[in-house]
């Protein structure tokens, strides 16, 4: 398991806290793909790791796009720099995936798994998403509360 649910921090929104539970169990299936196909890079592995990563491109998409939708709706303050950093997330795990997907280097994927997303996952719910989520649900920014 690379990452425990419960270590995540909670957010004012239940929706938001569900949907970061549902991030976490993907990915620690997907990172138990990287492991298996690391230890045996056979065609069963290579596809189940392939499916498992679209899988979670396009949970991330969604998950973005629910909260991208409540924050135009919501007209949040900070929409443009909360949806740039989702921009920009997708954007380096669709590349990191076209990537993998040329040279089959596992090493890279395993890499970036274990040093970069836990670390911004974390990072993006306790900064951004803790934001997004008390303004939901009072309408006011926890920074002038």
Same mark, same amino acid.
């Given at each position: 398991?690379?990452?425990?649910?419960?270590?995540?921090?909670?957010?004012?929104?239940?929706?938001?806290?569900?949907?970061?539970?549902?991030?976490?169990?993907?990915?620690?299936?997907?990172?138990?793909?990287?492991?298996?196909? *690391?230890?045996?890079? $056979?065609?069963?592995?290579? @596809?189940? %790791?392939? &499916?498992?990563?679209? /899988?979670?491109?396009?949970?991330? +998409?969604?998950?973005?796009?629910?909260?991208?939708?409540?924050?135009?709706?919501?007209?949040?303050?900070?929409?443009?720099?909360?949806?740039? *950093?989702?921009?920009? $997330?997708?954007?380096?795990? @669709?590349? %990191?995936? &076209?990537?993998?997907? /040329?040279?089959?280097?596992?090493? +890279?994927?395993?890499?970036?798994?274990?040093?970069?997303?836990?670390?911004?996952?974390?990072?993006?719910?306790?900064?951004?998403?803790?934001?997004?989520?008390?303004?939901?649900?009072?309408?006011?920014?926890?920074?002038?509360?």
């Amino acid at each position: 398991m690379l990452i425990n649910k419960n270590d995540l921090p909670l957010v004012a929104m239940d929706f938001m806290n569900d949907t970061h539970f549902e991030d976490v169990e993907i990915i620690n299936e997907l990172y138990k793909n990287i492991l298996e196909y *690391e230890k045996e890079q $056979n065609e069963l592995n290579l @596809k189940d %790791l392939e &499916n498992k990563y679209k /899988e979670w491109v396009s949970h991330t +998409e969604n998950h973005f796009e629910t909260e991208e939708i409540q924050m135009r709706e919501k007209g949040f303050f900070a929409y443009g720099f909360h949806k740039n *950093e989702h921009d920009m $997330n997708l954007s380096e795990i @669709k590349q %990191l995936f &076209n990537n993998f997907q /040329e040279t089959k280097n596992v090493l +890279e994927l395993k890499n970036y798994f274990q040093n970069n997303l836990v670390s911004w996952l974390i990072n993006h719910i306790q900064t951004m998403d803790t934001v997004t989520a008390m303004f939901f649900k009072t309408g006011m920014s926890p920074c002038c509360m």
